[in-house]
């Protein structure tokens, strides 16, 4: 099967189950690797801008190893944060949020730290370099979703599949000072430790050295993945990052309530704060 009949079948596949709410059974038509996925998952995104959505900034996934025996997925991908996916807690505001859970297949949970662009870092940026062009840090939740039935999935499919985005909640926003040192940062956040409850229930615990040895690391890998490549948009000043969830995914549902914990020190990473969700 050529490119184009890849292409066009796998948007066809994908554009039932958005606007039915559909999972898929899999397989379905694959991009047969993940230059092929990235080509389509652009081409999906200029639809999306054309149709009138706004890119916000961009998803890192499976940063986390531990999952990867799990979903069998074993690198990261990226995809596309839209402004209509994100809702953003105000300075002030209690650190909490409520989100619909509607359109959305079998969604799960993600903790996760969120970096805010100050400028585009500069091509083959070092981790000072890159630290210098962030403007803060937060920590969020995002919800992914799969329309390959059951989380099964290659990694090609996942990053066609928008990168398995689904909504995204960015708490209060940390501000990283004028001159921070890249390694007093990169070591608060790998050294972040974070509690996800549902209700009163644990339900993880989970590290900043979890993804890809820290939040910086995972930063600086998507930076230079998306470099590499072809045809992708370039970073812009206000683009949000997220990196990797620091614990499994869970399963989430309307009327559930989940909220995080942050024990941290350190610059910036001892500044932030715990999050609470309420699903509709």
């Known amino acids: 099967m050529n490119d184009s009949a890849v292409f066009t079948d796998l948007l066809a596949d994908l554009d039932r189950a958005r606007m039915n709410a559909l999972a898929l059974d899999w397989p379905v038509t694959t991009p047969r690797d993940l230059q092929q996925a990235y080509a389509l998952a652009l081409a999906s995104r200029m639809a999306r801008i054309a149709a009138g959505d706004s890119p916000r900034g961009y998803k890192v996934g499976f940063t986390n190893r531990n999952i990867w025996p799990h979903y069998e997925v074993y690198a990261p991908i990226w995809g ?40 585009e870092p500069p091509p083959d940026c070092s981790a000072d370099q890159l630290v210098a062009s962030l403007d803060w840090v937060a920590h969020g939740f995002e919800i992914v979703h799969t329309h390959f039935r059951g989380w099964k999935f290659t990694a090609a499919q996942a990053v066609a599949d928008a990168g398995l985005h689904g909504r995204l909640l960015v708490g209060h926003g940390v501000k990283v000072p004028a001159g921070a040192v890249a390694v007093d940062l990169i070591q608060a956040l790998a050294g972040l430790r974070l509690q996800l409850h549902e209700g009163n229930e644990l339900k993880e615990e989970g590290k900043g050295v979890n993804v890809l040895d820290g939040p910086v690391q995972a930063l600086l890998h998507f930076v230079r993945e998306l470099r590499a490549t072809p045809a992708a948009p370039p970073l812009r000043p206000g683009d949000l990052i997220t990196t990797g969830t620091l614990t499994d995914a869970h399963p989430v549902r309307p009327g559930q309530t989940w909220r995080s914990t942050i024990e941290a020190s350190g610059p910036v990473a001892g500044e932030l704060s715990g999050l609470t969700i309420r699903f509709e």
């Open 80 to 119: 596309t944060v839209w402004q209509s996916s994100v809702t953003q807690i105000e300075a002030g505001a209690p650190n909490s949020g409520v989100l619909s859970l509607a359109g959305l297949c079998e969604p799960r949970i993600e903790p996760e730290i969120v970096f805010c662009l100050r400028h």
